[in-house]
């Protein structure tokens, strides 16, 4: 006799609720608990989950159950990220859809738009200005449009990222000018002040994101007589995570954001959300309880979508945005490895890679619970010199000498220095300098083409597909950055743009040329070159099942000081991903291999056997091997 098995959406609902209750509620008591309105909140919060819920489409839902069925797949090697701005890459959201080919033909299979949704008029710091999340930036096309683009990406196997900018708001955004109208109501949602004696307390231990074109952490209005927290720059109005009212608001966003059809919701600036006098404002214990939260009612109403959280914070202050302790496997899904980026960078200008095999070993475990990284080495945003005092110590240098050393070496001015970069932020009070460029330019490139250098050109292409190859090779999801697979150069344009000129990130957000792509498969350039070295990586990545994040990564101490060895212990055997950081040939003994479990000799990436030389194996410079 047939049997009525069939689980009712209702049913489904109440057993994600169910499932995921334990890691909601307790966070929001906590947070919001003490306050009169709590209990209407929850219950607005409840209803909130249950529309979304309902008016999830029919695919996304299935779509849902696959994820729960499959909650690794964001881990497998298949997947490969590639991050780019609309306008700059394609024109506007239509023509992203003529552009796919081009995208699987390199072995992409997760698209991040950068900011799409509708930023305030004139500068919007790259669109991380939000004035209306429910609507697409218009010069990109409509929410429409942004369906279809999810929809066409899903039919090939390819996932959708965009950013919800979780800190603040344009100050354009319709609550922002409501609080400027003078609503207690709205005021609320925002960090508001009558006089600078709260904000100069708060001043006296917070940093400056911005301290050359929108120093302080505070605007003064005068047409409404009030100081506002403005933690970046000044058309970005922090949000008021303490009122429950914001949190609410968000979490609908957030969950319509997801019925269009959005796999990755990038949570951007995420540090910065939680206040709290005589501290930094960043990381502080209730961002995580925020994070927590967030990610639950994700997990109730719309569990196939995934959170990446934008934290560029130090190494031991990151780790927690994969949830530590309590939050352990409840928080992001991913978190940028601005860590391995920074090190990576480290490592190729000194030829040494001890500090980064230092930093890798103390502050980050070979696994991760629910989440994995996103591998990265170049992205939109400048490169902050995140090198500690106490792990530079280690190394008997100073930390803000060798900090100020890697900003001089990619600016270009270090004696020997093969790289082409900008200043970003120079920070005289702290003597922070952060630095600008693109992947090939800081790799040489530039220089060694300006210089008519062909060796040192083919150099600069070989230490970018050395960087492409570990963050391939390293376990997480690595994040191709636009044009880097072409080896782009700096584009110096920006300069002439009023609405970009003082920001010199702009140096490495060129517009892609199409064609100098064309052109890929066979020229013999550096930029064909370096595309066809990181399809065939990407290629490799996904044939290569001992890469999935899952398998945990433990970062051997290498005999030689140029290597940096990544080990990915995976049920079925080691693999040992190699890296040659140093300008000479390296000899690693094959008995050292052999205690690390290497038998075969065999390198996946190149599908070849690594031949011994008298009991080693020889590695020429930017070498890169998966060793099995
Ligand atoms: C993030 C973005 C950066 C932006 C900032 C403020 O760090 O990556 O581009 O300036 O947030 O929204």
């Given at each position: 006799m047939a049997r009525k098995a069939v689980a009712k959406d209702d049913e489904i609902f109440a057993l994600r609720l169910a499932r995921s209750a334990p890691d909601l509620w307790p966070m929001l008591e906590r947070l919001y608990g003490h306050r009169a309105e709590y209990p209407a909140f929850r219950d607005r919060l409840l209803t909130a989950l249950r529309t979304a819920w309902a008016d999830r489409p029919k695919d996304l839902r299935r779509l849902d159950l696959q994820r729960d069925l499959e909650p690794d797949w964001f881990?497998?090697?298949?997947?490969?990220?590639?991050?780019?701005?609309?306008?700059?890459?394609?024109?506007?959201?239509?023509?992203?859809?003529?552009?796919?080919?081009?995208?699987?033909?390199?072995?992409?299979?997760?698209?991040?738009?950068?900011?799409?949704?509708?930023?305030?008029?004139?500068?919007?710091?790259?669109?991380?200005?939000?004035?209306?999340?429910?609507?697409?930036?218009?010069?990109?096309?409509?929410?429409?449009?942004?369906?279809?683009?999810?929809?066409?990406?899903?039919?090939?196997?390819?996932?959708?990222?965009?950013?919800?900018?979780?800190?603040?708001?344009?100050?354009?955004?319709?609550?922002?000018?409501?609080?400027?109208?003078?609503?207690?109501?709205?005021?609320?949602?925002?960090?508001?002040?009558?006089?600078?004696?709260?904000?100069?307390?708060?001043?006296?231990?917070?940093?400056?994101?911005?301290?050359?074109?929108?120093?302080?952490?505070?605007?003064?209005?005068?047409?409404?007589?009030?100081?506002?927290?403005?933690?970046?720059?000044?058309?970005?109005?922090?949000?008021?995570?303490?009122?429950?009212?914001?949190?609410?608001?968000?979490?609908?966003?957030?969950?319509?954001?997801?019925?269009?059809?959005?796999?990755?919701?990038?949570?951007?600036?995420?540090?910065?959300?939680?206040?709290?006098?005589?501290?930094?404002?960043?990381?502080?214990?209730?961002?995580?309880?925020?994070?927590?939260?967030?990610?639950?009612?994700?997990?109730?109403a719309c569990p196939a979508v995934l959170h990446l959280e934008e934290a560029i914070v130090a190494p031991a202050e990151m780790l927690p945005y994969f949830g530590r302790g309590a939050h352990d496997g409840k928080e992001g899904n991913l978190a940028y490895h601005n860590s391995l980026m920074v090190q990576f960078w480290n490592a190729l200008a000194t030829r040494d890679t001890r500090m980064m095999t230092h930093v890798m070993q103390t502050h980050f475990p070979p696994v991760l619970t629910n989440a994995t990284y996103a591998t990265y080495i170049r992205c939109h945003d400048d490169i902050g010199w995140a090198v500690t005092d106490e792990d530079a110590a280690v190394f008997g240098i100073s930390g803000p000498g060798h900090r100020a050393y890697l900003a001089d070496f990619y600016e270009g001015r270090f004696p020997g220095s093969f790289a082409r970069g900008a200043l970003f932020q120079e920070n005289p009070a702290t003597g922070d300098k952060r630095i600008s460029g693109s992947f090939a330019s800081l790799a040489g490139l530039e220089k060694a083409l300006s210089e008519g250098d062909a060796g040192a050109a083919e150099q600069a292409v070989q230490r970018v597909l050395l960087g492409h190859a570990l963050i391939a090779g390293f376990g997480g999801i690595p994040l191709i950055y636009m044009g880097d697979e072409l080896a782009t150069l700096n584009d110096y344009s920006y300069r002439d743009r009023p609405d970009h000129a003082h920001d010199s990130r702009w140096l490495h957000r060129p517009m892609m040329d199409w064609a100098l792509a064309a052109t890929r498969h066979s020229a013999d350039t550096p930029a064909a070159r370096c595309f066809r070295g990181v399809r065939h990586i990407l290629a490799r990545r996904k044939a290569v099942a001992e890469l999935h994040g899952g398998v945990p990564t433990e970062i051997l101490s290498a005999p030689i000081p140029g290597l940096f060895i990544a080990a990915r212990h995976a049920p079925t055997h080691n693999l040992l991903g190699i890296y040659n950081f140093s300008e000479g040939w390296s000899h690693l003994p094959a008995d050292w291999l052999r205690a690390q479990g290497i038998t075969r000799f065999h390198d996946e990436l190149s599908e070849a056997a690594v031949a011994l030389h008298d009991g080693h194996i020889a590695l020429p410079p930017q070498a890169r091997l998966w060793l099995v």
């Open positions: 881990q497998r090697p298949d997947r490969v990220g590639y991050v780019f701005y609309i306008d700059r890459f394609a024109g506007d959201l239509r023509k992203v859809l003529d552009k796919l080919d081009y995208l699987e033909d390199l072995g992409v299979s997760y698209v991040h738009l950068m900011p799409c949704l509708k930023p305030r008029p004139g500068d919007s710091d790259g669109g991380y200005s939000v004035m209306d999340y429910r609507a697409v930036n218009p010069a990109y096309g409509t929410m429409e449009d942004l369906e279809s683009v999810a929809t066409a990406l899903r039919a090939r196997g390819m996932n959708l990222c965009v950013d919800l900018v979780l800190n603040h708001t344009a100050k354009e955004h319709d609550w922002a000018e409501r609080a400027r109208a003078g609503d207690p109501t709205y005021q609320d949602y925002y960090l508001m002040f009558d006089s600078d004696t709260e904000p100069k307390r708060f001043e006296e231990t917070l940093v400056e994101v911005f301290p050359d074109n929108a120093p302080g952490n505070f605007t003064y209005y005068p047409d409404f007589g009030k100081w506002v927290w403005t933690t970046f720059n000044e058309h970005q109005w922090d949000l008021n995570w303490a009122n429950p009212q914001v949190f609410l608001e968000i979490t609908e966003i957030m969950l319509f954001l997801a019925n269009r059809g959005v796999d990755v919701l990038r949570l951007d600036a995420v540090a910065f959300m939680w206040k709290r006098l005589g501290t930094r404002c960043q990381s502080e214990p209730e961002v995580h309880m925020l994070l927590q939260a967030l990610r639950a009612c994700c997990r109730i």
